[in-house]
């Protein structure tokens, strides 16, 4: 047989599998579990995307893995695809019907009502009175956590990363106060009359002094303000300031889904934008730079030390980017959105995206698993949900923990990552706080991203508990990243549509989108000239694409989502 005849075979053989769907899996309903012999070791395969947080080949040998393996009698064996083929792989995996007992949902594009009629994954909800008595208490005592998981018939299809909606927030704009203050000579004075910019006319007031600053330098590539290559956040931090919201958004009055490149004030917001770029203020080479996350811009800009303002992290505030070998001293300081005073922006009236939504992440049981299993697993991932498993996943190892993991105590760390002092407050090791100064991915020592569970703040801590890993540059930014609330944010779980939403949705989003994401960078660059006419023609066109269908779509799940 030819190699060429074998490959067609090969792919016919996928193709089929494939289109074979989400097929019959298993059974949808595994009725009464036997005892769990806790005695026998068993098995559990998990699907988990890979990361780059580590020190070790295999997920198996993450330390906090081999503790839950130790604690559980049970062996974790994970099944990672290659980076860059993750939403392939998983599809794969649907359409041959080959489930592993656990998978990471992220990378699935179905609803989890078709899944489930599919006979692909369990509905959990018969079972978590019995094995899962953290993760029901949690849920009882939280309506809106619980409405997001149950859907309208009562089925509980996944186990959730629960994020406490007031924890610190890790990213947001920055500016490089230093560069300011050396313009001025030490008198910087916004036209706000505030000691921060918080108006674009504050932002008039920044930008040409960031220009003059950058043109006396005589580096070759510079930027006084960095956009992401669509031309805006779709999470909200920049336009906030125009009264504009996320991408897929709500009106303030949290009750209308809307979609912030459709919006009026959004074309003041491509306005300024276009006058700042035609002024030289915004980085000239923004819209070719697609792979530049939004929150890591041009990192050999904004290192080097030839950035104005970028979407920074916690990590880069205060001084924590200066190379004093090289002379460079950078102050780097949170910044809210510009306030569009002369439109009649308020601070009330805009709004950002300032926290994780409460669910971060989703874990389905596959039907087909081995129901002699699934009070271990249950178990298992319930132990996820109290204060020990949290910090296990947030944090890392106890000293207990740690003093018998090789990675720590090759490391040196089997102090462990965390403790609580004589007040009962949690106190985290010094290489996990300067794990960025010391080049360390901390992540590697903890089950962050890996196997689910509660962030480390979103359980019940002691009355006297204090977050002492914070300092006070991040408390700063926290606050001011937080300015104008989150009222406009559409919950995650609000997106979970039924198949005929997903349909609708899915049929003109990537259209949709593409569109917007092409004519926005050329409104700013002003390849295409904006003006009412320009704009019309733009919203005519994205109603013609479809984007009354697919706000109809997110509309009609979020009302049931409010209905529940």
Not at 382 to 394: H, P
Request: charged content about 20%.
């Amino acid at each position: 047989m030819s190699k060429r005849v074998l490959a067609l075979i090969l792919a016919l053989t996928l193709l089929t599998a494939l289109l074979a769907g989400c097929g019959k899996g298993g059974n949808s309903d595994l009725g009464e579990l036997p005892e769990d012999d806790e005695s026998q070791t068993i098995t559990i395969s998990y699907w988990m995307y890979p990361d780059d947080y580590r020190y070790y080949n295999s997920l198996t040998d993450n330390p906090v893995v081999k503790v839950l393996d130790q604690m559980f009698n049970v062996k974790l064996e994970f099944q990672t695809p290659a980076k860059g083929s993750e939403a392939d792989n998983f599809q794969l995996m649907l359409g041959t019907q080959d489930y592993t007992d656990i998978m990471n949902m992220t990378y699935c594009t179905e609803s989890f009502g078709t899944l489930y009629e599919d006979g692909v994954i369990l509905d959990l909800a018969p079972y978590i009175d019995e094995y899962m008595p953290n993760y029901k208490a949690l849920l009882d005592s939280n309506p809106d956590l619980k409405r997001a998981v149950y859907d309208d018939d009562g089925h509980l299809f996944s186990l959730v990363n629960v994020d406490d909606v007031d924890r610190t927030q890790w990213g947001g704009m920055v500016y490089r106060r230093d560069i300011l203050e050396t313009m001025t000579g030490g008198n910087v004075a916004f036209p706000s009359g505030n000691a921060e910019p918080t108006t674009v006319e504050d932002w008039d007031y920044m930008l040409p002094l960031y220009k003059q600053y950058f043109e006396a330098t005589g580096m070759p590539d510079t930027a006084c303000l960095i956009l992401p290559a669509v031309g805006y956040m779709a999470t909200g931090e920049l336009q906030a300031g125009w009264g504009v919201g996320p991408a897929i958004g709500l009106t303030t009055d949290g009750k209308t889904v809307t979609f912030a490149p459709a919006e009026d004030s959004f074309y003041n917001y491509l306005s300024k934008m276009h006058e700042w770029y035609e002024a030289g203020y915004i980085y000239q080479d923004f819209a070719s730079r697609t792979n530049d996350m939004f929150y890591l811009p041009n990192t050999a800009l904004t290192y080097g030390g030839a950035a104005g303002i970028w979407f920074g992290l916690l990590g880069q505030l205060s001084d924590r980017m200066s190379l004093p070998e090289y002379g460079l001293n950078m102050d780097v300081r949170p910044l809210a959105a510009p306030l569009d005073t002369a439109n009649g922006v308020t601070a009330a009236e805009a709004s950002s995206y300032v926290s994780v939504d409460i669910v971060a992440a989703h874990r389905c049981i596959a039907a087909s698993v081995d129901p002699a299993k699934l009070p271990r697993i249950l178990k298992l991932m319930d132990y996820l949900y109290t204060q020990e498993g949290a910090l296990m996943m947030n944090r890392g190892l106890n000293a207990e923990q740690a003093a018998n993991d090789d990675l720590y105590k090759e490391m040196g760390y089997t102090d462990g990552a965390y403790w609580f002092d004589e007040n009962g407050n949690i106190c985290v090791a010094d290489w996990y706080q300067n794990a960025a100064e010391l080049g360390l991915e901390p992540m590697s020592f903890t089950g962050q991203r890996l196997m689910g569970g509660l962030d480390e703040t979103c359980h019940d801590w002691p009355a006297n508990q204090e977050r002492t890993y914070l300092d006070d540059a991040e408390d700063n930014a926290d606050a001011v990243w937080k300015t104008y609330g989150n009222a406009r944010v559409l919950p995650g779980a609000a997106g979970q549509m039924n198949p005929e939403e997903s349909e609708k949705f899915n049929a003109v989003y990537t259209t949709v989108n593409d569109y917007v994401n092409t004519m926005v960078p050329k409104f700013i660059i002003g390849t295409e000239r904006l003006n009412e006419d320009s704009w019309k023609a733009y919203l005519d066109q994205l109603n013609a694409l479809g984007l009354q269908d697919l706000l109809e779509a997110r509309q009609s799940a979020y009302d049931r989502y409010l209905a529940r």
